[in-house]
């Protein structure tokens, strides 16, 4: 790395992604993040099916398909669009979703993993095609922080960083004080010339950041989101069904126990998830297996902050009340 390349850098101001759920507006973050497309992909899908009317397990169930759906289309289209075509526009369109909703039997678990679909052609009737799997490995780490803030004015941020792993690359950048990242990791590790997140000069890797803002008829709704590597896009999606269908409240949504797809065979939960919802997932066929990570062995996924936005124009802020020790929920300056 030279003086050179640091000031050629550009930080790229993009827009959006942004889908319908429910009737709400529901924007994230734009390539080479996956986490817009992946999580609206998701509730596209989730979008066709009556979930608040269907037991938890069956809601459950409904969650964990649609999201190995999204993760095979992540792994095949997603990358740097810089330097690759990533279809953003088919992978959040509502007809898609459909399309791929078409695959989730609402009482068998596919075979993971899932085929990606075909974002060329698709008319969102079923039967659908699918079209060759991608040969992805997860490369990421969970040490990511977020932030959700939101002030009197009506301003909203939500604010995911990261410099991959606990101390970035591990070197400080002498008199100046601040750390180095680590995210080359992210790139896949084994070359595939066709793969969208091969290592190239110059190239962003793909991400899984996934900062949320929800709107309601045009006001803030909702904002979240979390770390955890490829679990932040799980992470954000669980909590806005627990929110959104599953009618918990928001300090109920982030609390929950969670579960994370990623097109796996088996699929990583929480302790607490195996124990509340083990025995009723399993003859839909998922095998739930404890969390944990080569890095830490804590037995958790995410650790999301939230505001919600109420019609009388309070705020209510809501943080992890254990994971990783427990969160931050505050007002900096209460109104008097």
């Given at each position: 790395?030279t003086t050179?390349?640091l000031a050629?850098y550009?930080?790229?101001?993009?827009?959006?992604?942004?889908?319908?759920?429910r009737?709400?507006d529901?924007?994230?973050?734009?390539?080479?993040?996956?986490?817009g497309?992946t999580v609206?992909?998701?509730?596209?899908?989730l979008d066709?099916?009556?979930?608040s009317g269907?037991?938890t397990?069956?809601?459950?169930?409904?969650y964990?398909?649609?999201?190995a759906?999204?993760f095979a289309d992540?792994?095949k289209?997603v990358?740097?669009?810089?330097?690759?075509?990533?279809?953003?526009?088919?992978?959040?369109?509502p007809v898609?979703g459909?399309?791929?909703a078409?695959?989730?039997d609402p009482?068998?678990?596919a075979?993971?993993p899932?085929?990606?679909?075909?974002?060329?052609a698709?008319?969102g009737?079923?039967p659908?095609?699918?079209?060759?799997?991608?040969d992805?490995?997860?490369?990421?780490?969970?040490?990511?922080?977020?932030?959700?803030?939101?002030?009197?004015?009506?301003?909203?941020?939500?604010?995911?960083?990261?410099?991959e792993q606990?101390?970035?690359?591990g070197m400080?950048v002498?008199?100046?004080?601040?750390?180095?990242?680590?995210?080359?990791t992210?790139?896949?590790?084994?070359?595939?010339?066709?793969?969208p997140n091969?290592?190239?000069?110059?190239?962003?890797?793909r991400?899984?950041?996934?900062?949320?803002i929800i709107?309601q008829?045009?006001?803030?709704f909702?904002a979240?989101?979390?770390?955890?590597g490829?679990?932040?896009?799980?992470t954000?999606?669980?909590t806005?069904l627990n929110?959104?269908?599953?009618?918990?409240?928001?300090?109920e949504?982030?609390?929950?126990?969670?579960a994370?797809?990623?097109?796996?065979?088996?699929?990583?939960?929480?302790?607490g998830?195996?124990t509340a919802?083990?025995s009723q997932?399993a003859?839909?066929?998922?095998?739930?297996?404890?969390?944990?990570?080569?890095f830490?062995?804590?037995?958790?996924?995410?650790a999301a902050?939230a505001?919600?936005f109420?019609p009388?124009g309070?705020?209510v802020?809501?943080?992890?009340p254990?994971?990783?020790?427990g969160?931050?929920?505050?007002?900096?300056k209460?109104?008097p």
């Open positions: 790395m050179a390349d050629a550009r930080a790229i101001d993009q827009a959006p992604t942004q889908v319908d759920y009737g709400l529901v924007y994230g973050m734009a390539p080479s993040s996956s986490g497309t609206g992909e998701s509730l596209n899908i066709t099916f009556n979930l269907m037991s397990a069956g809601a459950l169930h409904h964990l398909e649609a999201s759906l999204a992540r792994g289209y990358g740097d669009p810089a330097f690759v075509d990533v279809p953003t526009a088919a992978l959040t369109d898609f459909k399309e791929r078409c695959l989730i009482l068998h678990a075979t993971k899932v085929a990606p679909g075909d974002v060329s698709y008319d009737v079923c659908v095609a699918a079209v060759a799997a991608a992805e490995k997860d490369t990421e780490n969970i040490s990511t922080t977020n932030l959700t803030v939101a002030d009197k004015w009506g301003n909203v941020v939500e604010y995911t960083l990261t410099i606990t101390g970035g690359s400080v002498p008199g100046r004080g601040f750390l180095l990242n680590n995210e080359l992210d790139f896949s590790t084994v070359y595939v010339p066709t793969d091969r290592i190239e000069p110059g190239k962003r890797p991400s899984s950041m996934s900062p949320t709107l008829e045009g006001k803030p909702l979240l989101g979390s770390p955890g490829s679990t932040i896009i799980t954000v999606l669980q806005i929110r959104v269908d599953l009618g918990m409240n928001v300090s949504a982030i609390a929950a126990p969670r994370s797809q990623r097109n796996t065979a088996t699929v990583t939960a929480e302790p998830f195996i919802y083990g997932l003859p839909y066929g998922h095998t739930l297996v404890p969390a944990g990570d080569a830490t062995s804590a037995a958790e996924i995410g902050t505001i919600e109420r009388d309070s705020m802020a809501a943080a992890e254990v994971r990783r020790g969160g931050s929920a505050m007002v900096v209460p109104s």
